[in-house]
């Protein structure tokens, strides 16, 4: 015993001084003697294998082999006996399960190291490792997932992309391949199950799984279980959508799953390895325990006995047919029974107790009322906590569960058929919210399992990547580190020099889509004439849409149909459909002007409407002749409730009957809304006669619209009488119509409060427009009003205060608009506000005396730890602190639909409303307190009366340094 103790101290002792050493591949001049050469002009290496070692180790091997053929164009040997192995050698196996490793471990402790633990492999570079072999790279598992997982660290590593296939990324092309001397051991995985849900899948996947493969087949299978490989995980949840059915539909499946170490589960409302499609082939009745208990006893028996003791995560449980409730009010009892007796099926069927098989309880939507009631299970069985199925993680263990033998998981979303409205088309996912819900997760001791629904895997395959690289290692991903990935994701799939450009376009392009999604969007979406919202979000789509195509001309031709599926085509469309509806809304704003434009844009709505039918065309037909066709068939235009229409609806237009000869219309920006919706009762215009006032510190540049009402061109002017009123243009010939700015000369300008105007004509019309001017203004400094609103982006705070227990940390891109704020640690228990607690500040200056309403734009985060609300407190100078709890009033639960819920899944914002009354003119200073984890702060805005409504809210104020 003393013997043992002693040589494990000496093995960790060892080990502590052996780096994680980087893998480092060389692609060129690797015959220098010290490198371990895989392919060279005078080296061929053979891959060995244990023939006694699992089938996978066995698959691994040939998958690494034809990735050094991708690479190079050579592919090695593959042997399974030692006798006759000579030069290089990659030795592949199992602890335990290679005889040449096994032999290998007495000198290399490493190997003993990681002997019986989970998923874990040593990479490592020997010299004459056994007689007549003369360097050996040593690839060595725990078990033979960690084996797989060490062959596909070097096929990464050594240019082989997991989406090589599922998205055709090039692999890096070299006549030479080696590797630096390195040991490399890999640590435990984070999460013990971390794996996908294909869903949603018709009739996208569907469709192009039946003309790829003939269907959901093993052949379909062996492409997603090589995927899941690639990226170390280990789970699915097989497609469900009637009428498929993983283990019915084809034998094979569940066979192969076993081979690739892909652990089988099924959905949360598919117990006993049983697919949903299955009762209707049984055709037992009544999906009803009550009445029904035999028949589904003998369903269930039948999906242990097809298990077979294939590796596989049992779901326990019942919910009602068809994804619903099980009975309208949560019924513990049945449901102990339930779970009870497919316990006792489960350990009749393979003759050992029920908890060497392991299962998983899902509580999904109503499912979570028993739990919340005080169900609880055997404490072998996995809890799988869910999200709402937007992102927003519904409940967490409590600290004092955190111990529970059977471990916590998360079911997780990137797709969703339901309410509000489903999202299914394109990627939505910031990858930054689900670092900050799933981070939030692990730290409240979610490590057992993570699952996420990915729709039809494409075009899902960034956040799928993030996803499972997080769940890997947990501990690689701290806020900061965000940002990278996006680059460290780009070079992999594409050329290094485009890696921080397309990095760039990836986390925007998913920032705009998570505003609101593709489905959600309308012409009402965003605002035509608020804070210039819709042109600026037009133009942000536009922006980016010709970085990509500049990005797309200069990449290598075989690059080119990666980065169309992966970047280029999500973002075409999705910019596409945001002109669109933007083009819908300025029809009917114009229409209702009588402007000859609503004619302009309702024939733009048509054309825009053409061109997605085009680019999904283009998408399905040219874009590897054809092997990507059906997927993006998903519907996305004209949604009117929940489930996606039947073919995508454009927009309603209007056409209008313009008078034949010209006619001057305008729009002043920042003015008050004309009478009568701007027309009298004959017809006439009744336009705003005023613009806000300018001042020197915002120094504003407002525009006057100019707008025909008429068939004929209209030839219009327009004046400044005073000098110091500046005008980009002072007339022009219009079809429809065209904005001028104006701007203030303040070297010319009077001092004080003044009143200048400009005159417009055109057609026979005069009309005259105040521009009134002030420069009577307090000192200023920090984020300063403007137009009666301070606009403040969190992640902007003047200056932070970090407290004893905690504080406030930046997620850069988080949000609607720039960056978020939230509390770390994300376990740390309630802070109260006082002189210790994490702060921000904000400085800010307002122009009037009187009383300022607040509202913070927050995450939707739900109240996960079941309490009274996650709270955060804020205060303007020295008021004394007000405490808000994102959650109040959220008492009827998200999965019926409750209104606060489907409002803030909407929008992705709650805000927060606070009132500070009698503020002075002058500085002042916002203070936001850190109390509970899980507070997502993106924005704040001031409204001191001229808070103008909108989607995205007013732009940032101007910053002044203190002076």
């Avoid at 043992?4 to 000496?10: P, T």
């Avoid at 995985?189 to 093993?218: C, M, T």
């Avoid at 009975?327 to 102990?336: Q, S």
């Avoid at 009117?640 to 454009?650: E, L, R, V």
Wanted: hydrophobic residues 40%; contains cysteine.
């Amino acid at each position: 015993m003393i013997q043992h103790q002693l040589r494990l101290l000496a093995i960790l002792l060892l080990l502590s001084q052996i780096a994680v050493a980087q893998i480092k591949v060389k692609h060129s001049n690797v015959s220098d003697g010290a490198n371990f050469e895989l392919v060279c002009a005078s080296q061929r290496t053979t891959i060995y294998y244990d023939p006694a070692d699992s089938k996978l180790t066995a698959r691994s091997a040939r998958l690494f082999a034809e990735d050094i053929q991708r690479v190079t164009g050579h592919k090695p040997e593959i042997a399974t006996a030692t006798k006759g192995l000579s030069g290089n050698v990659v030795i592949l196996g199992t602890v335990g399960r290679n005889k040449l490793i096994d032999a290998l471990a007495a000198k290399h402790p490493e190997l003993t190291s990681i002997r019986g633990a989970w998923e874990r492999f040593v990479i490592k570079t020997i010299e004459k490792p056994a007689a007549g072999i003369d360097k050996a790279l040593l690839i060595a598992g725990s078990d033979k997932r960690g084996t797989a997982y060490g062959v596909f660290t070097l096929s990464e590593k050594i240019g082989v992309s997991p989406w090589y296939w599922w998205a055709d990324v090039p692999p890096v092309k070299s006549a030479e391949l080696g590797l630096e001397p390195l040991t490399y051991i890999s640590t435990a995985p984070s999460v013990k199950y971390r794996g996908i849900f294909i869903n949603d899948e018709a009739p996208a996947l569907r469709n192009w799984a039946k003309e790829k493969f003939g269907g959901f087949n093993h052949l379909f299978y062996e492409k997603v279980f090589e995927l899941l490989l690639r990226h170390k995980a280990n789970y699915l949840w097989p497609a469900m959508w009637l009428p498929s059915a993983f283990a019915d539909d084809d034998p094979l499946n569940p066979e192969l799953a076993d081979e690739y170490g892909i652990v089988i589960s099924t959905s949360h409302h598919e117990p006993m390895m049983r697919a949903h499609d299955e009762w209707r082939r049984f055709q037992g009745g009544a999906w009803n325990y009550e009445t029904n208990k035999a028949q589904l006893q003998e369903f269930w028996r039948g999906g242990i006995e097809r298990m077979n003791g294939f590796e596989s995560v049992v779901t326990v449980g019942m919910r009602g047919d068809g994804d619903e409730a099980m009975t309208e009010e949560a019924a513990v009892d049945l449901m102990k029974t339930i779970i009870a007796d497919q316990r006792n099926i489960i350990s009749t069927v393979t003759g050992r107790p029920a908890d060497a098989t392991p299962q998983v309880w899902a509580i999904y939507k109503e499912v979570q009322e028993y739990y919340d009631k005080g169900m609880r299970v055997d404490d072998d069985i996995t809890i799988l906590f869910c999200d709402d199925n937007w992102g927003n993680v519904r409940i967490l263990p409590k600290k004092e569960d955190r111990q529970y033998k059977g471990g916590f998981g998360m079911y997780y979303h990137f797709d969703y058929v339901g309410a509000p409205v489903s999202y299914r088309w394109q990627n939505v996912t910031q990858i930054e919210r689900a670092w900050e819900q799933l981070n939030l997760s692990y730290q409240w001791g979610v490590k057992n399992l993570w699952l996420v629904n990915v729709g039809d895997i494409k075009p899902m395959e960034f956040p799928i990547s993030f996803f499972l690289d997080f769940a890997w290692d947990v501990n690689a991903f701290k806020a900061a580190d965000l940002p990278g990935y996006y680059t460290r994701w780009a070079a992999q799939q594409f050329s290094p020099e485009f890696a921080e450009d397309i990095g760039h376009i990836i986390s925007l392009y998913t920032k705009y889509n998570a505003r609101r999604t593709p489905e959600m969007l309308s012409p009402e979406t965003y605002s035509l004439v608020h804070y210039r919202e819709a042109d600026r979000v037009l133009g942000e789509f536009r922006q980016l849409l010709e970085k990509s195509d500049r990005i797309y001309a200069q990449l290598p031709e075989e690059q080119k149909p990666a980065y169309y599926q992966l970047v280029h085509a999500p973002l075409a469309m999705c910019s596409n459909l945001n002109e669109l509806y933007i083009a819908a809304a300025k029809n009917k704003y114009y229409a209702e002007q009588g402007g000859a434009s609503a004619n302009f844009y309702a024939d733009q709505v048509r054309a825009l409407f053409e061109k997605d039918a085009a680019l999904t065309r283009q998408f399905h037909d040219d874009l590897e002749n054809g092997k990507w066709n059906h997927m993006m068939s998903q519907t996305h235009l004209g949604y009117t409730h929940w489930n996606h229409p039947p073919a995508n609806k454009m927009p309603a237009v209007s056409y209008i009957q313009t008078q034949q000869t010209a006619s001057l219309g305008y729009r002043v920006e920042y003015g008050s809304e004309p009478a009568w919706r701007g027309f009298s009762v004959e017809g006439d215009g009744l336009y705003n006669g005023s613009f806000s006032a300018f001042d020197p510190i915002n120094d504003q540049q407002y525009y006057l619209e100019i707008f025909n009402r008429g068939a004929e061109k209209l030839e219009f002017s327009v004046t400044a009488p005073e000098d110091w009123i500046n005008l980009s243009a002072t007339g022009g010939t219009i079809g429809f119509d065209q904005k001028i700015d104006v701007s203030i000369d303040w070297s010319k300008a009077p001092k004080g409060n003044a009143v200048g105007a400009i005159e417009i004509s055109g057609a026979g019309q005069r009309f005259r427009v105040k521009v009134p001017i002030r420069s009577n203004l307090p000192k200023a400094s920090g984020f300063i009003e403007n137009n009666g609103v301070v606009s403040i982006e969190a992640a902007h705070f003047t200056s932070k205060f970090d407290g004893e227990q905690a504080r406030w940390t930046v997620v850069p891109n988080l949000g609607r608009t720039l960056s978020a704020i939230m509390p770390e640690p994300a376990n740390m228990d309630r802070q109260m506000p006082d002189k210790n607690t994490a702060r921000a500040e904000y400085v800010f200056t307002v122009f009037e005396d009187g009383d300022l309403q607040l509202e913070t734009y927050l995450s939707p985060t739900q109240n996960y730890q079941k309490n009274d609300g996650l709270q955060f407190a804020i205060a303007i100078d020295d008021e004394e602190p007000q405490i808000l709890n994102i959650n109040e009033n959220e008492t009827k639960p998200d999965w019926q639909y409750a209104t606060w819920w489907t409002e803030s899944v909407a929008n992705h914002i709650k805000k927060k409303t606070t009132l500070h009354k009698n503020l002075k003119a002058g500085v002042h200073t916002l203070k936001v307190w850190a109390m509970d984890p899980g507070v997502v702060i993106q924005k704040f805005v001031f409204d001191a009366g001229g808070l103008k409504p909108s989607y995205l809210g007013p732009p940032e104020s101007l910053f002044i340094e203190k002076r």
